[in-house]
């Protein structure tokens, strides 16, 4: 017998809203790793004390809005019926709010004005910079994760997304892979990749008790393993064998 968290709660299709909010999810991201990978223009200027727009961007519009479309995404799914999803998805977006407000200014601090960080304050502003701030975004990165893919797999469409959508997600979804791998792997990112296997793993673990193997119902799933198992399947091989 399945588990209950894996029965359907409800008739509604969820296609059309799904397939806005995934489209504009994959867009947005596509659209951060340019920010920070690629900026330009006015992107590169001051906007906060020691922050540059690019700095801002990812914490005050594309985290946002994408949590906005998890939101709308979870509920197509009616996930929040379900009182572990939504303890998951608040907690998630709290840490990844914490992790933010701790990792960004101290990067900015460390990396354009060094000189005047006092050695009596260093050593605690790079733990709360590239450790427990790090440790926090992961912590709700994974969460806020299997939030939005834990409501499609307890509640998936009930007829197949359009093959168009589908083939357009692909795409996007492989886009999406190939930032993650330009974002990794000129940095020290190995538990970042971790983090994007153990996220694919537990996601396939979920899916294997759950018995539904019909991804052209799942495309939050579909897009998931792609983006993230395919962005970290390239990095790793990139460092292998380059």
């Known amino acids: 017998m399945k588990t209950e968290i894996f029965l359907s709660c409800g008739k509604s299709d969820p296609r059309r809203t799904v397939s806005a ?3 504009l999810l994959c867009l947005l991201c596509i659209a951060a790793g340019i920010n920070r990978k690629f900026p330009f223009g006015i992107l590169k200027a001051t906007a906060i004390d020691l922050m540059k727009v690019t700095d801002l961007l990812p914490m ?3 985290v946002p809005l994408s949590l906005i479309c998890l939101v709308l995404i979870i509920n197509a799914y009616q996930g929040f019926q379900r009182p572990w999803i939504l303890i998951t998805f608040v907690i998630g977006t709290f840490a990844l709010g914490c ?4 990792h ?3 990067n900015a601090i460390l990396m ?4 005047n960080v006092p050695q009596s304050l260093r050593a605690s502003m790079i733990f709360f910079d590239d450790k427990f701030g790090h440790w926090l975004f992961f912590a709700g990165f994974i969460l806020v994760s299997l939030s939005v893919s834990c409501s499609e797999l307890a ?3 009930e007829r197949d997304f359009h093959p168009f959508f589908l083939l357009f ?3 996007i979804s492989a886009l999406v892979a190939l930032a993650i791998w330009k974002n990794m792997i000129h940095e020290e990112t190995s538990t970042d990749i971790a983090v994007l296997f153990a996220t694919c793993a537990i996601l396939i673990a979920l899916q294997a008790i759950s018995g539904n193997f019909r991804l052209r119902r799942m495309p939050v799933l579909s897009a998931t393993y792609l983006a993230y198992g395919g962005g970290a399947i390239l990095s790793v091989l990139t ?3 380059f």
């Open 60 to 62: 005050l519009f594309f």
């Open 112 to 115: 354009r004005v060094p000189e």
């Open 169 to 171: 997600l692909y795409s």
């Open 104 to 106: 960004d200014p101290f």
């Open 99 to 102: 992790g933010f407000g701790m």
């Open 239 to 241: 460092w292998i064998l």
């Open 21 to 23: 909010m995934i489209s």
């Open 155 to 157: 509640n998936p469409a």
